[in-house]
Each structure stands twice: as C-alpha cells, then as structure tokens.
C-alpha cells in the first residue's frame, strides 16, 4: 500500500514565523503535490512536483513555496506566515505510469493554525 | 480551465438506504479521468472509484457506482446499502488524459451523513 506521511497533524504558529510542511512518500512516485483545503472551496493546488528539484506553480502559490530534494521528499514553505493561511494542508503523491491513471495518494493532513 | 461542481454541500441518508452525490463537469477535452474521493472524520482522503472517459461502461467498485453522463458532462455517485462508515466528505474530481497534466481539479465536496 502507498504510504503518504506529513510531519505533523497539527501546528500553531505566529504571524510572521516561517513554517515547514513536510510530506514523505514510500511508493517511488515521481509525482507530488501540496493543496490547501478549506470549507466551502475544496481543494485547492498550490505547488507540485513532477520530479526531483522541479516544481510548477499551482492555483494559489502566493506565499508558499517548495523544495524537492529527494524524490520521496515534498516541502512546502511559508516564508512568513499569516492569519489567511490558516488552513487544513495536505500532501499527495501518484505515479507516472500510464496504468496508475493518474491516481493520486493523500497524507493524513496538518492543521495549520497562524495566530 | 476545467471546472468541476458539486452542488450539494450536505446530503443525508437512513442506513441501508441508497444515496446519489451529483457532480458536474466542464471541459474541452474528449478523453480525461474522472475520480470519486472519501474524507472520513478527521481521516485520510481516499479513492472511491475511478472512471475514464472513453469507457462507456459505468465504474463499479461493490457498494460504489456511478452514473457518467459523457454528453451532459455529469458523473454522480452512488452509494447502496448505506453504512454508517460511509459518513464522510465525498470530492469529485477531474483529470486530463495528457501525458505530463498530473493535475486534479477537484469540486468543493458534498458532506454525507448517515442517519442510524
């Protein structure tokens, strides 16, 4: 089974603060992507990763960024956060095979609280 | 820009009673993925069931089927014989076919309750 894992399930920061997501994949994906989910919207894409060290830019990038070092490693980044970035994040990964259809594999997700 | 709807945000159903989610679709492409995902309470998101455009069998994955409607854009799911672990956020989702468009578009989410 795909095992998706992000570094933790809840976290309070202060506006301003510079905050590390990270999310580890065990099936060798090439794919990764972080979205942001909140009432009411869905989810929403903010970066993914087709490879390691690329990166693409999502629907909402502003004020995030993203590092893919290792292949089985996603960051996301924010360089300083703030209240409107409070929000449920989660982490996924799927494969490029054609027979994988694209599926993509979730983490449990972090709830991210900026005060 | 593919878009997908879901314009149920609340649905209730009795146990062991049939439920339908509705999901609406826009797109410009002929051939693309469509996909069911479960958020249970507080759990990870996981996938329902699968369905790829040029196949005009319906997907069914035992109490999970869905309609796909390819000409009307519309894919709805249903759920048989309700359980009460069958609670959860439902997103529909959307994915193009083309080699390298990794990406999910995925609706706002239907939340399902189900009424012991």
């Known amino acids: 089974d795909v095992k998706v894992t992000q570094s933790s399930r809840y976290l309070v920061k202060r506006t301003g603060e510079k905050v590390f997501l990270e999310c580890v994949q065990d099936?060798?994906?090439?794919?990764m992507f972080w979205y942001r989910q909140d009432p009411g919207l869905g989810l929403r894409l903010i970066y993914f990763s087709y490879d390691v060290k690329m990166k693409e830019k999502g629907d909402i990038p502003e004020g995030y960024s993203v590092s893919r070092e290792k292949k089985e490693r996603f960051s996301l980044i924010l360089e300083s956060a703030s209240t409107n970035q409070t929000s449920m994040y989660l982490c996924a990964s799927s494969s490029k095979e054609k027979l994988a259809k694209g599926t993509q594999y979730f983490g449990p997700g972090t709830r991210l609280l900026v005060l | 820009a593919q878009t997908v709807t879901q314009s149920q945000p609340e649905m209730s159903v009795q146990e062991a009673e049939t439920v339908t989610l509705s999901c609406t679709y826009d797109?410009?492409?002929?051939?693309?993925?469509l996909f069911w995902y479960k958020q249970p309470p507080s759990r990870q998101m996981i996938l329902v069931i699968r369905?790829?455009?040029?196949?005009?069998q319906n997907a069914t994955e035992n109490r999970f089927s869905v309609n796909f409607q390819k000409a009307a854009k519309s894919f709805s799911l249903k759920i048989s014989d309700s359980q009460l672990g069958d609670a959860a956020m439902y997103f529909c989702a959307y994915r193009s076919s083309n080699f390298g468009n990794e990406k999910l578009t995925f609706g706002t989410g239907t939340r399902l309750t189900i009424i012991p």
């Open positions: 099936m060798d994906h090439e794919n």
């Open positions: 369905q790829e455009a040029y196949k005009q």
């Open positions: 797109t410009s492409e002929s051939d693309y993925y």
